[in-house]
């Protein structure tokens, strides 16, 4: 016993470092970018990041949800754009706004339903299984639109910028409160219920848990459908700042989410992280964008530096202590 708790403790001094470092790290950026270009600290400048970091930190906070059960889910922002495309032809059969709310939800939550077949039911390997049902996602979103952007109707579009343009106060984004919202709601999730803990109980040891008496498919299906449900919600923020939806979203920016995750100090192998390194990861890589933007740099530079930036995760993992086979 005490050697589990030394090896807890260890643990637990790991991930607060880490979490300190990104804390300075975010910092030292801030103060780089404030002296490179005189836009950054204005305050048009943070609403804007405030209107960019939602969609992007909503579904990163579903993919710690899956990582931390060691499945990592590659097939997010298919999700998100399939779900987007459907929140327009909703729109346009004149589903009210509120409706195609619930529905991009419940449809990213069936979505994640299907990843979590293919990892529990039939145990593919959760980078494969996600990433075959991204492209065959991905080809629906092609086949639906056409290969065009499809824009919802003029006479609900005002609606919909009031929701996903709009501010209170006009300085906090409505979307950055709905951020909020699901940090919250996952943070009360792993740290304080049943299911959470099992999580992490999954993911650090699978074997053990079964053998403790934990229902590991039931755990990993719940992880897998919170994933989903987080990527169907971003896809409806998307679609409500842009009005239209493009079948390529986030094609680019497909490791984006992952890198961030890791970034802010959860595991590859699973069972380790904590929610609040997953928003510093969010906000280091999303301020690093939004200042090379600021400074003109141009898009496939900024390409290189993901990719980097990536390689620089999973390093940092490897040194944290994680696990690869």
Known sequence: METINKINTKDINRVWGTQISLAFALIGLCVIFS??????LSVNNFVNIGHYLPPFAIMAAGCTVAMLIGALDVSQYSICALTGVLGVFLNRAGVPIGGVFVLCILFGFMLGTLNGTIITVLRINPIIGTLASGMIMRGFCYMGTSGKTLSIGSETSDLYFSVGRGT???????TLLIMAGVYALIFITLKHTGFGRKIYVVGGNSRAAFLAGINVRSV????????????????FIILAQLGAFQPNTGEATLMDVIAAVILGGLSLAGGKGKLSGT??????????????????????????????????AVFLDVLRGGEYK
Do not use: E, K, W
């Open 168 to 174: 209170l106060f006009g300085v906090i984004p409505y």
């Open 220 to 235: 990993r299906m719940g992880a897998m459908m919170l994933c989903g449900a987080t990527a169907g919600l971003a896809g």
């Open 279 to 312: 928003f510093l990861g969010v906000m280091i890589l999303t301020v690093i964008q939004n200042g090379m933007n600021l400074m003109g740099v141009q898009s496939f530079y900024q390409q290189i530096v993901r990719g980097i930036i990536v390689i620089c």
């Open 35 to 40: 002296f490179s270009t005189g836009h950054f």
